[in-house]
């Protein structure tokens, strides 16, 4: 199901979504650089920056797009520039 944020944007909502917290990122890595990445593993809904932690939070449609994202891309450099080891966990 989808629902707006504050912004106007489309939010997927629970029970299907589910939220992985991508750590170890710079303020150089975007909303789209993290769509492009998390994108192949399933529709991305909301993404959320949490400067003063050097983290985000991406959600995803389901938990089987989120395991399969995080088993692909826990540990990986998506910033091409500067190589940036991405931690991915499951929000608590």
């Known amino acids: 199901a989808h629902t707006k944020d504050d912004g106007g944007n489309s939010v997927l909502s629970a029970p299907e979504a589910c939220t992985l917290r991508v750590g170890n990122i710079g303020r150089e890595i975007s909303s789209n650089v993290l769509r492009e990445t998390f994108g ?53």
């Open 40 to 92: 192949p593993y399933g529709e991305v809904g909301q993404i959320k920056f949490v400067a003063q932690s050097s983290c985000a939070f991406v959600t995803l449609h389901s938990i089987a797009s989120a395991r399969a994202a995080m088993a692909a891309l826990d540990g990986t450099c998506i910033c091409k520039s500067k190589p940036i080891h991405i931690q991915i966990r499951f929000k608590s």
